[in-house]
């Protein structure tokens, strides 16, 4: 009965977590939640997130979308969590945040942007709304939720999983829609709070609250082009008419005069972001355009080489990027793209001395290195290889590539423990618990690492109760 209660609580928190990115409605079993709960609730909600949804993980992109979050939330008082920011791979106009501090903008958001002041309203309102702990409060509200509607909406979560398809997602929605009162939308009441304290940090920040008004301008202007073109936003967002009339009003009567920002980082990064996830002939277009039209600017050309080597004209594509580079030089995402180029390319020599410069340059960059190690191993310098990527998994654990690669490099060396030790951790992140068991059990007979004997025994218990799992899942019946 005990694991029957686990299991059942364990669904209505994965429930709970899709309903929210959906912005759905919340259990009775998360009411009146503490901050140590909403921590918890916070890390089933990024399991979710993260197996599901794509995040733009490019550093140019997950760099800079930090770096503006970061300093607006260096204005606030003390905090009980740690603030992340994100980009998921998804042309919608959306932006949310999850419960402790994981702030997340859609890329077709980010692209419909024109300066950093809109990218500074829209994470300063959503930093708000963690601030005010609207999302606690929301879960505090809804305790009057039937068990039965619960009930309806785990079945049709866990068929569609399982693949059920149409059925499910109507038993889901039905059952959303039963429950359409608790709806998780924001109130009026909490948009105007998030923007009469939002509007304040932007100011301190440097940022003119016209960023704001302008990107809300944009998203109004979707729902024009009919019912299921609503930007998402403005269904969990109410009121944008009276949002946008405030923040007018606001800027006339209190904002700040501030300096125009330097848009540079800005553009980099949306350049970036069109020409290697937007749409490729689109691109293509723009970029050829920029570079006729305005030769002297760097990311025209940098935009320009992204895009030829998506479509497999590397040789042009350097040309490109050598062009960004005499007129920014230096730049440590220009040179590590460069780089890559030329891994991908073969031009082996060019890619070590190139990506080798970018990692001298630049701070902590998982892809620059990444690609450097793949170099090394090209090259035969395996020592430095497994260097790289050892330094590489340090920093950044969930780069899980990086475990094949080193796993291969230390394996061509005859370090073969440490081959299979890391050729484990990829397999079991790969959810390939099969080869994980194989390659873990192979660690275990070798390894004279204490510490990694330990992590490999315990991931090898992990590993085999999965694989049993799965295999259950096989047998019919």
């Known amino acids: 009965m005990k694991e029957s209660m686990q299991f059942f609580r364990k669904i209505l928190v994965v429930c709970l977590s899709l309903i929210v990115l959906a912005g759905g409605f919340l259990p009775q079993e998360a009411a009146g939640i503490t901050v140590k ?3 918890e609730l916070s ?14 993980k490019d550093p140019i992109i997950v760099n800079y979308v930090n770096e503006i979050g970061q300093k607006i939330v260096a204005l606030l008082p003390p905090q009980p969590f740690n603030y992340r920011f994100y980009v998921l791979k998804d042309n919608t106009f959306n932006a949310f945040a999850s419960p402790a501090g994981h702030i997340f903008i859609n890329s077709g958001l980010l692209l419909a942007m024109e300066n950093e002041s809109e990218l500074a309203g829209i994470i300063t309102h959503e930093v708000v709304h963690v601030l005010c702990r609207h999302i606690s409060q929301k879960i505090d509200r809804s305790q009057k939720i039937g068990m039965a509607t619960m009930a309806g909406i785990a079945v049709g979560m866990l068929l569609g999983a399982g693949g059920s398809g149409t059925a499910a997602n109507a038993l889901t929605m039905g059952s959303i829609a039963a429950g359409q009162s608790l709806a998780l939308a924001y109130s009026r009441e909490d948009e105007t709070q ?20 302008l990107i809300l301008k944009k998203i ?13 936003y403005l269904q969990t967002h ?5 949002r946008m009339a405030y923040i007018d009003a606001w800027i006339a009567n209190h904002e700040q005069k501030v300096a125009d920002r330097n848009s540079f980082n800005f553009e980099r990064a949306t350049t970036w972001l069109f020409a290697a996830q937007g749409d490729e002939n689109a691109a293509l277009q723009q970029f050829e355009s ?12 940098y935009g320009y080489g992204l895009v030829l080597a998506r479509t497999g004209n590397r040789k042009a594509a350097v040309d490109q990027l050598k062009t960004a580079l005499e007129k920014k030089a230096f730049d440590p995402y220009i040179l590590k793209d460069l780089g890559r180029i030329y891994f991908l390319d073969g031009r082996y020599p060019e890619a070590l001395n190139t990506l080798s410069a970018a990692g001298g340059i630049a701070a902590f960059d998982p892809e620059g290195l990444f690609y450097l190690g793949r170099t090394q191993m090209e090259m035969d310098r395996l020592t430095d290889a497994v260097v790289t990527f050892e330094n590489l998994v340090a920093e950044n654990s969930d780069y899980n590539q990086a475990y094949y690669f080193l796993g291969e490099s230390c394996g061509r060396l005859g370090k073969l423990a440490d081959a299979h030790y890391y050729l484990g951790i990829y397999y079991k992140n790969d959810l390939n618990y099969k080869n994980a068991v194989f390659h873990l059990q192979k660690a275990l007979e070798t390894m004279k690492d204490p510490y990694k004997k330990d992590k490999i025994e315990e991931m090898l218990k992990e590993s085999r109760k999965e694989l049993m799992l799965q295999q259950k899942e096989r047998i019919p019946g």
């Open 37 to 39: 709960e909403e921590e």
């Open 43 to 56: 890390r089933e909600f990024m399991k979710i997130v993260l197996s599901r949804f794509p995040l733009i």
């Open 194 to 213: 998030a923007d009469k304290i939002g509007l304040n940090y932007m100011n301190r920040a440097g940022y003119s609250a016209k960023g704001l008004l």
């Open 220 to 232: 109004r202007s979707r729902q024009w082009f009919g019912s299921d073109q609503i930007p998402t």
């Open 238 to 242: 109410p009121a944008v008419e009276d």
């Open 290 to 301: 920029a570079i006729k039209n305005h030769p002297e600017n760097p990311m025209g050309h």
